[in-house]
C-alpha cells in the first residue's frame, strides 16, 4: 500500500480573524497544595546520555498522570517505588495521595535506568514500567470508586533494555482481551557514525490472554514490532482497535524488525516515472482563477454534474466518478462563478476569488493532478524579481527601496520545525505508510487526551494560532479533524524561552504552559465582557475579552509534572503536588 499525501483541512468557522490579543488579568487563582511524604521519583540524566534525544525523551518527562476516565484524578511514581493517586472532589479539603501499587523489585541498581513510566489504558486497566526493563500489565479495577482497591498484577515481563511507555489501548480481539502498547527506547547504533552514535527504537507489543474460557487468566505476549527512527517521535498512539498506528516526528521512522525477524525494506523508487498528462490547467490573476477540466469524449450538457460551494468543488460527468474534487486552497464567491463548455472536449470554469490580491499556490488542497500555467505578464514579473541572482551586483535587490533581509533580526518565534518533519498514518497489518502530513511548517505544541475512547489530540502551529487535531483513522478521507483553536496562543508560547510544558483543558476553554520554575501561564478562551469596551484605534465595541493570568507557585523546587482538567491544574514538583482552581463550573 503506497502512502498518499495529505493536507490538513482547516475548519475556518473555528478561526478569528479578528482576535487581538490576551489581556492580563490580575484576578488571582485559588491555589492548593499537598506535602508529599516521599519525593517524587525523578531520575537525573547521566554523562553517557548527552544527547538532545535523551533530553527529550527522559530530562523532560512528565512525571505526572491524568486519568482521563475519572474527572480530576492524577497519579505519579515515589522514590519509594509506590504509585501514588489523588482523586479531588474539594479544593479546601486536600487529602494525602493514596497507595495504589508497589514496585516490589529494587531497579537502583540498574546502569541505564530510567524514570517510572505509567500509562492507563482503560477505565480498568494500566501499564507500568519499573525504568529497569520489566513491564507489569495491572487490574485497577474501577479507580474512581471510593473503596481503595490496590492494583493486581497479572502479568510481568522482563522486556529488555529500559524503556518508558508512550502509549497503551485494550480491546477484545478475536474474543480475547488483548493489550496494545508502545515503548520508547534510546540505544546506540553502531551504523549511525556521522551523528550522535544513537537511535530511537519504538516497539509496539502486543499482549493477550491466553487462558480458556472459565480459567485463570494468563498473559503472554503475542506479537513484537520494532520501528526505528533518528528522532524522539513528538506524537505516538495506536488506534483504539490496534489496527494502527500514528506517528509524528522530525525524522523518519520504519519498521525494522517483526518477532525479531527482519522486516524487507522496499527498494529505492526509479529515477524516472511515468509523467501523466494532467486532468487539468488553471491560470490566475488577483480576482479570479480560469480552470480548464478534460472531459470524456462525447459528453453533453446534460450529463455535466458541477457542484461549487465557497470552499469546495466538485466537477464530474453522470455515470464517472468525479474528475475533481476537493476543498480549495481559499474561499471563492459561487454567486459570480461560472462554467461554459469549450470545443466540447473540456469544461472551462471562472471562480471568482472572494480575496482579492492572494496568489494561490495550489487549486485543490492536496490533487496534484493539475498543471499551472503562468501568463506571460506574471511570467516577465518573476523574470525580472529574479534577475539579481545572476547580477554582478553582490547585494543585488529587487526592491531597491526596502533594506535586504538580515537573518539576525527573525525573533524565535518566527522559527519553523525540519522541512521532514511530518505526521504519519501506519497500517497494522502491512506496517507500511498509509498517508503522510508534511508539518514542516507546522511546530508541534502539545498531546492532549479529550475523550478517552478515542486517540489523544494533537496541537500543531499554524501561522500564528495554535490548532487542535483529532485523529480519525476510521475516516480516511479526514483522518486528523480540527476541533478547536487557540488564538495567537503559537505565537504567544515560542516568545516563553524556559517554556517547560504545555497543555489544555479538554473542553478547549483554556490552555496553559509552565515554566521549569515556579511559573505558568494561562490563556482563556474569549468571553463575552460585562462592561462596555471600545477600541481606540479602530473605534467598534468589544463584546469579547481573552484573558492571561500568571501563577506563581510557593515553591523552589523544578517543575516535574503538568496536567489539566476542565475545572483544576495540577502541578507536581519533587516534594509538592499544587493543585490551581482555574474554573468554577
Not at 5 to 33: G, H, Q, W
Request: glycine residues 6%; contains cysteine.
Amino acid at each position: 500500500m503506497a502512502a498518499s499525501n495529505y493536507s490538513l483541512k482547516v475548519n475556518r468557522d473555528l478561526l478569528d480573524p479578528n482576535f487581538e490579543s490576551y489581556r492580563l488579568s490580575l484576578d488571582a487563582i485559588p491555589t492548593y497544595s499537598v506535602e508529599l511524604d516521599a519525593a517524587v521519583e525523578e531520575v537525573k540524566l547521566k554523562d553517557s546520555q548527552y544527547t538532545l534525544e535523551h533530553m527529550r525523551a527522559f530530562g523532560m518527562y512528565n512525571y505526572l498522570h491524568l486519568d482521563p476516565w475519572y474527572d480530576d484524578s492524577v497519579l505519579f511514581v515515589d522514590c519509594k517505588g509506590r504509585v501514588l493517586s489523588l482523586t479531588v472532589t474539594l479544593d479546601t479539603a486536600l487529602g494525602k495521595p493514596r497507595e495504589v501499587y508497589n514496585l516490589t523489585t529494587d531497579s537502583s541498581q540498574c546502569e541505564d535506568r530510567l524514570c517510572a513510566s505509567l500509562s492507563l489504558t482503560s477505565a480498568t486497566w494500566a501499564a507500568l514500567s519499573d525504568g529497569a526493563g520489566r513491564l507489569y500489565l495491572l487490574r485497577t479495577g474501577k479507580r474512581g470508586d471510593s473503596s481503595h482497591v490496590k492494583w493486581e498484577t497479572l502479568f510481568s515481563e522482563d522486556m529488555g533494555e529500559p524503556f518508558t511507555i508512550l502509549h497503551s489501548i485494550s480491546h477484545v480481539k478475536d474474543k480475547l482481551h488483548t493489550m496494545e502498547l508502545l515503548l520508547l527506547r534510546i540505544q546506540k547504533d553502531p551504523q549511525e557514525t556521522k551523528g550522535s552514535g544513537y537511535s530511537v527504537s519504538l516497539e509496539w507489543i502486543t499482549v493477550a490472554n491466553t487462558a480458556a474460557h472459565g480459567q485463570e487468566k494468563k498473559y503472554e505476549v503475542k506479537k513484537r514490532r520494532v520501528l526505528r527512527g533518528k528522532s524522539v517521535p513528538h506524537y505516538a498512539a495506536l488506534e483504539p482497535q490496534g489496527k494502527g498506528m500514528m506517528l509524528a516526528s522530525e525524522k523518519p521512522f520504519v519498521f525494522t524488525h517483526v518477532d525479531g525477524l527482519p522486516v524487507e525494506q522496499p527498494g529505492p523508487e526509479p529515477m524516472e516515472v511515468e509523467k501523466t498528462d494532467p486532468i487539468y490547467f488553471w491560470l490566475q490573476t488577483a480576482e479570479d482563477i480560469t480552470l480548464c477540466v478534460r472531459m470524456p469524449e462525447g459528453f453533453i450538457k446534460e450529463e455535466v454534474q458541477f457542484r461549487l460551494m465557497a470552499d469546495n468543488i466538485s466537477i464530474g460527468v453522470q455515470g464517472f466518478a468525479a474528475l475533481l474534487e476537493g476543498q480549495l486552497y481559499a474561499s471563492v464567491d459561487p454567486e459570480a462563478s461560472t462554467w461554459i463548455i469549450k470545443n466540447d472536449k473540456s469544461l472551462e470554469v471562472t471562480l471568482q476569488k472572494r480575496s482579492e490580491g492572494p496568489m494561490w499556490p495550489e487549486l485543490v488542497m492536496g490533487d496534484r493532478r493539475g498543471e499551472y500555467v503562468m501568463n506571460d505578464e506574471q511570467a516577465a514579473l518573476i523574470h525580472e524579481r529574479l534577475t539579481y541572482l545572476t547580477s554582478e551586483d553582490m547585494n543585488g535587490n529587487p526592491d531597491k527601496d526596502k533594506p535586504p533581509c538580515n537573518s539576525q533580526e527573525l525573533e524565535d518565534c518566527d522559527g519553523f520545525p525540519e522541512d521532514s518533519f511530518s505526521l504519519t498514518h501506519f497500517d497494522g497489518e502491512s506496517l507500511k505508510p498509509t498517508q503522510v502530513v508534511n508539518l514542516g511548517s507546522h511546530q508541534y505544541l502539545f498531546t492532549v487526551d479529550v475523550n478517552p475512547s478515542d486517540m489523544p489530540c494533537l496541537c500543531l502551529r499554524h501561522d500564528v494560532d495554535a490548532l487542535v487535531w483529532q485523529p480519525r483513522p476510521d475516516q480516511p478521507s479526514n483522518m486528523w479533524e480540527h476541533i478547536a483553536t487557540f488564538n495567537a496562543l503559537g505565537y504567544v508560547q515560542a516568545s516563553k524561552r524556559d517554556k517547560k510544558f504545555a497543555t489544555c483543558a479538554p473542553n478547549f476553554s483554556y490552555a496553559s504552559l509552565c515554566e521549569c520554575l515556579r511559573r505558568s501561564f494561562i490563556y482563556r478562551q474569549p468571553s463575552p465582557v460585562e462592561t462596555v469596551l471600545f477600541n481606540r484605534k479602530q473605534g467598534r465595541q468589544i463584546g469579547q475579552v481573552a484573558k492571561q493570568q500568571v501563577a506563581s507557585l510557593d515553591s523552589d523546587k523544578p517543575i516535574l509534572g503538568f496536567r489539566a482538567t476542565n475545572e483544576r491544574l495540577y502541578i507536581l514538583t519533587s516534594c509538592h503536588l499544587f493543585v490551581l482552581k482555574v474554573n468554577n463550573n
